[in-house]
């Protein structure tokens, strides 16, 4: 059972992060990609997706040929769900935890925890989870019923080839369509404009990439087409990256020369278009000792370049540091603070 810490973040309490410890970019279909070869003592192979959870952990990656991987060291087949498409889950710290994949026949399979029928599956068996909770699992990858043509997943919606969204569990959001991508609390329209999944007007015009902090707080970012990247929302530790602790309830121009940003309830990391990362935020997480919230004590308030990391194509996750996919087709590892980082090899290049 894999355990995450959602509700750790929901509650802001860090003590619990260390109890706990235990997205496709939506655009045309993929190109028709040859069946991949399942070879599991085959392992060095170049990877060029990542796909995290809704709590920021690293849980797959996609090979070139369209394979997908997962395990510690991605180096685990996962051959049903074989040049998926989309790939979004769930977790908690109680141990209820699912992932779905969309795949190019149109199917979306899921297995996991079916919470309150998120997976609109029978369970097949009872998974144990923390604290000695039992809950319905489906243990093997399984078709939704009635769910079908569905090009990008996140949470439990998705959309379909036409823009239009559709949700397997749960209301089904309003705000105009077409929609480009699902992420993390919001819809992008196919003219970039950004809509909170609750509606209302657009956020911010011309996005291309967004996310927001669905493990608990309220700190959002996005980036617009001309690299311009934007911040708002809980700011207690800088996230916000303004160079101040003030919350912000409308976005905020944090600067320019940005393509990807990922945002967590404490932290907040992007990729420049040199291919390097700045973070910001909380980034002495395990030193809740220390947390004075004061900008250049224990927070870093404005972006602060990650000292040896360069070649970055995606990042995933920022739970406990976060995950960097690199040129070579490699992950490494990346631990606090961002001026003496630790890099680890979780996959290394072939």
């Not at 998926?84 to 710290?93: M, V």
């Not at 990391?309 to 990346?334: M, W």
Request: aromatic fraction near 8%.
């Amino acid at each position: 059972m894999v355990v995450r810490g959602r509700t750790a973040h929901a509650l802001g309490m860090r003590a619990f992060h260390l109890f706990a410890l235990a997205l496709v970019e939506c655009s045309s279909p993929l190109p028709s990609l040859p069946t991949p070869t399942v070879d599991a003592s085959t392992l060095e192979v170049p990877l060029v997706h990542v796909f995290d959870d809704d709590d920021g952990r690293l849980l797959y990656a996609q090979a070139a040929d369209g394979e997908v991987f997962s395990g510690e060291h991605l180096d685990h087949p996962e051959p049903a769900i074989s040049r998926a498409l989309s790939i979004t889950g769930y977790g908690s710290l109680f141990g209820f935890g699912w992932d779905c994949a969309a795949l190019p026949t149109g199917e979306v399979l899921c297995k996991g925890d079916d919470v309150a029928g998120s997976l609109g599956a029978t369970p097949t068996t009872e998974c144990q989870g923390m604290l000695w909770s039992t809950n319905p699992c489906v243990l093997d990858w399984t078709a939704l019923p009635d769910v079908h043509d569905l090009r990008q997943i996140h949470g439990t919606c998705g959309v379909d080839y036409s823009g239009n969204v559709v949700c397997w569990a749960g209301p089904t959001p309003t705000f105009p369509r077409p929609v480009r991508e699902l992420t993390g609390t919001f819809a992008i329209l196919n003219n970039g404009d950004l809509y909170s999944m609750s509606g209302g007007t657009p956020i911010l015009t011309r996005v291309v990439q967004a996310t927001s902090a669905e493990s608990g707080g309220n700190t959002s970012c996005a980036i617009t087409d001309d690299t311009s990247l934007y911040c708002w929302g809980d700011n207690e530790s800088g996230q916000v990256g303004d160079g101040t602790t003030t919350n912000r309830d409308s976005p905020v121009l944090i600067g320019a020369g940005y393509r990807h940003v990922r945002t967590d309830a404490y932290a907040t990391c992007a990729i420049r278009m040199d291919e390097t990362v700045a973070c910001w935020g909380d980034v002495y997480v395990f030193n809740p000792q220390n947390d004075q919230h004061e900008c250049g004590v224990d927070d870093t308030c404005t972006p602060l370049p990650v000292v040896g990391l360069s070649n970055v194509k995606e990042i995933a996750g920022l739970s406990y540091g976060f995950d960097a996919l690199l040129d070579d087709g490699s992950v490494v590892h990346v631990s606090w603070p961002a001026s003496s980082p630790t890099i680890g090899t979780t996959h290394p290049s072939p």
